[in-house]
């Protein structure tokens, strides 16, 4: 199943909405819920991500975003067997992407390895290019998040 994907803009917005301050509308933000192991759902995301940041950042920015946001979605995909949740907002501050998955297992940054593997750089390039990241824990679950500032913008 695809991922059910919703971007708002701030044309979009209405006063008082969610996020938003009285009279002010809610910064601009993706929101979507990603199927259980829909690794089809990674390029949908970069492409959401993609409209959403259209008129933010400076060049290069979003590509970091889509790379950063993918490497989430993509762990979250493959290590666990739940569904997710991805969002991304924008405010004056930077962008803020979070990808909510159902395990309580805490990710941890591999080490580089020197072999042919693949995997295990996901989250080494989160820490290596986001401006801050971390992950905190929840009732059920995890939500693993970066942030760039508005200063790459």
Request: proline share 5%; net charge positive.
């Amino acid at each position: 199943m695809a991922g059910a994907f919703s971007a708002r803009t701030a044309e979009e917005q209405t006063e008082g909405a969610v996020g938003g301050l009285p009279g002010r509308p809610a910064p601009p933000q993706l929101r979507c819920r990603l199927g259980r192991a829909d690794l089809k759902a990674v390029p949908e995301a970069r492409r959401a991500l993609r409209a959403l940041l259209r008129h933010w950042g400076g060049p290069g920015t979003s590509d970091v975003a889509e790379l950063l946001t993918s490497e989430l979605v993509t762990n979250a995909l493959v290590h666990t067997d739940a569904d997710a949740v991805l969002t991304a907002t924008v405010s004056t501050h930077g962008l803020r992407v979070e990808v909510r998955d159902f395990v309580a297992r805490r990710p941890r940054p591999r080490a580089q390895g020197t072999g042919e593997s693949t995997g295990g750089r996901g989250l080494v390039l989160v820490q290596s290019l986001a401006d801050t990241w971390g992950v905190c824990m929840h009732g059920v679950g995890k939500s693993v998040w970066f942030e760039l500032g508005a200063q790459a913008a």
